[in-house]
């Protein structure tokens, strides 16, 4: 079964500085792998989708990487904002399935 | 733009009661999917359904069901509901197509007392 892990669970850092979150899976047989944006009390928003067979994917101040073989995704964040503040998850699918499989997330606060 | 629509934000019920909670999507998506989400254990899969009437179970399917008599519309029901199914849920949809972005709805926050 497939376990996703976070780390860190929470983050605070300075307006303007640059970051990585971070993303282990135990199962490398994936499909692809899904970062979301998740705000208080609201739904997710899928940030960045990268298929299995890229390394990277880039929208705006965002990118993330994937490691297929190692189990590792990275999304990095630059120049943050206050406005970049909520929790972010990472989801792997699994090779030929719709299900996917989701972190516990990183609580990033972002400091004016 | 895509929308996902659940029918409540708040949701407050007694112990034993029949619970409907409803999501609607209007792009067209062949998959849609509950999740509940709670502190400490995050989202776990209940139900999806790729095709109307088609439904299969995911990770905690105990307790509740689900029905899909048309595309758009993908519907949770507590049977009897208790105080352990108090969470977030979240109705999402995607494309048919494996590997396709997943959209989310705004949730549902349901309280059983």
Known sequence: KQEVTQIPAALSVPEGENLVLNCSFTDSAIYNLQWFRQDPGKGLTSLLLIQSSQREQTSGRLNASLDKSSGRSTLYIAASQPGDSATYLCAPSGAGSYQLTFGKGTKLSVIP | ?113
């Open chain 2, 1 to 113: 733009d895509v929308k996902v629509t659940q029918s409540s934000r708040y949701l407050v019920k007694r112990t034993g009661e029949k619970v409907f909670l409803e999501c609607v999507q209007d792009m067209d998506h062949e998959n849609m999917f509950w999740y509940r989400q709670d502190p400490g254990l995050g989202l776990r899969l209940i139900y999806f359904s790729y095709d109307v009437k088609m439904k299969e179970k995911g990770d905690i399917p105990e307790g509740y069901s689900v029905s899909r008599e048309k595309k758009e519309r993908f519907s949770l029901i507590l049977e009897s509901a208790s105080t352990n199914q108090t969470s977030m849920y979240l109705c999402a949809s995607s494309h048919s197509l494996i590997g396709e972005k997943l959209f989310f709805g705004s949730g549902t926050q349901l309280s059983v007392l």
